[in-house]
């Protein structure tokens, strides 16, 4: 899943000293309760509030894809002063009217969690509360003054929780009483807190931490194996970008409920990433290989290199970091994955970019409202981005004699982020990749981001010398759902729904579908007139474009 991503920086961390007067620190006191079986957080903050008598407190009700999330908030308080509490929702503020030229301001307000379980992927990104844990996004869980200055002090108190239960995050693991020192405000707002029942473990690679959080016995693969896979990719990615410069880190793993099929999701954060896993047989090990590769990437890719306008350069933050997703993983060999791992990838975002019927639209209608409201603009960077860092890796390699590639921009934009604080943007991008590809490379993103082009992979593909076939089978549906889900609307005409027998007018009584997935056949009921009858297809249509061959030749031409 993707989220706006803050550059990591080392964070000071002692005993709690400061006093609430100091303008830009807030001090906060995490507590465990129950009302009525009904498990809660109660957080207190004591901060120097406006001394106008108005102080405003960020609490986002709308963030990251979710609605309504006030809703969590089931009380609030002002302590030991007399004022009014509003709550404005459009703007996520919570206003504070109290009396003036204050020293010191106590506030208190719970949270509980505002939907049932079971927990579902949609879930995630909402306060979790349950009697065993806890798992809260920062900005889920700490109320912020809207005017304290962009770098804070920040003191934590965790109370009422039991000897054995953790309290682990971005910032440090287990620590009751902590203090965080000239953070941003951003970052600080950029990530996790888990406590309870969760079991963390503990990696040193080349003299830095690296925690793993999980929770539950897992039933596709054992803790040891994901210690050993994050060790793994942890030391590659660093060892690519030669940065063994991060003191802490931290990975989460949250168990999710999935009746039918997987699901696993992960977001980029300060120090740390969270990840969320179905717990079930259909969860196979290369998807953690592949949610675990994809999101560490993200701390130089969308981390250290930040976009300047998020949603606009998706295809460079999302796509770029898919795309080095499958090098890392097929150059290091991890897992056992190699070349033929690195062919299959680029065959399966060739097929999902060909599904989506939004593949050829311009980069400008990339924006918050489309991405957040739209599954298939939320996949098309992932695809259109990394087929695109594909595409140019080895047009610099072909260009260069092997000489150079795209790892060679990277760096390049890494250290202009690190030395000069860049951030990338199209004419940043367009201005690094001169250096490599002199005679195309503005026609080059004009065409296949800005304008939403489709790659030539056939001319491409054979001026590489690579094998490959002019069709390959995307995944497609072949009917349009009524409104309701519970009918067909339309069927496409030609489609394999169309040759099973499917009709516009069929009432759904049954049905097996894995979105997506062109492999597994469709099972749909439907009544029509009356009459109950059974369909079975494989949701696929050919498309003009290129397939690699999976083959030894095409893994040495490729430089795998």
Known sequence: MIRAYVLLIGIAVGVISCSPEESNSIQYEIAAIHNDSIHQLKVTMSFLPSQDGITVLEYPDNAWGQENLHEAIKHMELQEVQGEIETDKDSGWVTLKHPKDLKRLQFQYILQQDFENPIGSRKVYRPIIQPEYFHLFSHNLFMVPKTIGDTINVNLYWKGFKVDEVVHHSFGSNKKQQRLENIPKTQFLESIFVGGDFKVDEITIKGSKVFLATRGDWVPFSVD?????????????????????????????????????SSYQGTGLTNSFATSFSNNTFLEKEQMVHLFNHELMHNWIGLAIKNKNEEEQYWFSEGFTEYYTHKNVAKNRINGLDGSYFIDAINDLVRNLYSLSIKEVPNSEMNYEN????????????????????????SIMEKSQGEQSLDNLMKDLLTSAKEEGKKLDHSHFLENLRSYLPDNAESMLQTYIENGKLLPLVDFYGTMGLEYTPEIYVYDLGFQFTEDKRGIYSVVEGSEAEKAGLQSGDRIISQSIWFGNAEIPVEIGVDRDGKQLKFSYLPVKAENAAALVNSKENIERLRL
């Open 371 to 394: 991405f957040w409201s739209n599954p298939e603009y939320q996949k098309l960077p992932y695809y259109r981005g990394a087929l695109f860092a594909f595409y140019l890796d080895y």
């Open 225 to 261: 194996e994901m210690k050993t896979l994050l060790e793994e990719t942890i030391k590659y990615q660093r060892n690519f970008w030669d940065d063994h410069s991060q003191p802490y880190f931290t990975v989460t793993m949250q168990p999710i409920f999935e009746a039918n099929g």
